[in-house]
């Protein structure tokens, strides 16, 4: 889930929001993730990686013993191609900027009704609620929600109940228990506090065996099944990388029945 804090020009407060939601998300129990647009490049002057990223490589990974830093050419001005480079978690994911951007819903940070009237006729994406640092108490505004920077924990359990029915929206919501979950709605905790994925739902889950071409039709309890196998299997391979986006598994046999 994408939240987008965006205003009409730099410097009016979005890292300010951006920093305390983020740190009220946290302690919801949200997983959360951070995207944050810098229209004047990547600051690594004067530092040894500006000097490997001098010399062309497609990306340099900085690294230390608690944090990981990885810089990459291209793709910054485009946020869907930013958002897949991010690992499958965290569930939540708060963009600062890019408000030209068309994913996922806005934030909009603004310090009178003029500045919110501009942005409402430029901005991409639904708009879920309205931050106003100046003298803007208008409680509501076509049905979107207006606070201030006392009202961040407000803002905060707005953006995770979103977050939550965005998530159930996207799950059957019958309930099967074949996740392990119990229900649709736990699964969908689980997911917003980073502990599961949306695929854990085996109705859902993008599980397929093909055939000669031919792709098998699975019901859901099959599809769990080969699922905890093939990710049985994994756990124990060597050179698995955690965070894999897909695994295909080919067995092949000759004319005469033999395994290949």
């Not at 995207?35 to 990974?61: F, I």
Request: with cysteine.
């Amino acid at each position: 889930m994408v939240y987008r804090i965006v205003s009409l020009h730099s410097s009016e407060g979005k890292t300010t929001v951006g920093v305390l939601l983020v740190d009220e998300l946290r302690r919801l129990g949200v997983s959360v993730g951070v995207v944050k647009h810098s229209v004047h490049g990547v600051d690594v002057a004067d530092k040894d990686s500006a000097k490997y990223m001098a010399q062309g490589p497609s990306y340099v990974v900085v690294a230390s013993k608690d944090e990981v830093g990885v810089f990459r050419r291209g793709l910054g001005d485009d946020l869907k191609e930013v958002l897949k480079e991010l690992p499958p978690k965290p569930t939540v994911i708060i963009v600062e900027g890019y408000k030209n951007a068309k994913v996922g819903k806005v934030i909009a940070v603004v310090k009178d009704i003029n500045e919110l009237k501009e942005l409402m006729n430029i901005v991409n994406g639904e708009i879920l609620a309205v931050i106003t640092l100046g003298a803007l108490d208008l409680g509501a505004i076509g049905g979107v929600k207006v606070f201030d920077l006392r009202d961040i924990s407000e803002l905060a359990r707005l953006v995770r109940d979103d977050a939550l029915n965005e998530i159930l929206n996207a799950l059957p919501r019958t309930d099967c228990g074949m996740c392990g979950f119990g229900s649709c709605l736990s699964l969908a905790n689980a997911v917003l506090r980073g502990e599961a994925l949306l695929s854990d739902c085996p109705v859902l889950s993008d599980v397929s065996v093909i055939i000669d071409g031919k792709p098998l039709p699975l019901k859901p309890f099959v599809k769990s099944v080969v699922k905890a196998l093939s990710t049985s299997l994994l756990s124990v391979l060597k050179g698995v990388p955690k965070d894999y986006r897909e695994v295909v598994i080919r067995l092949r046999r000759d004319v005469k029945g033999r395994e290949g």
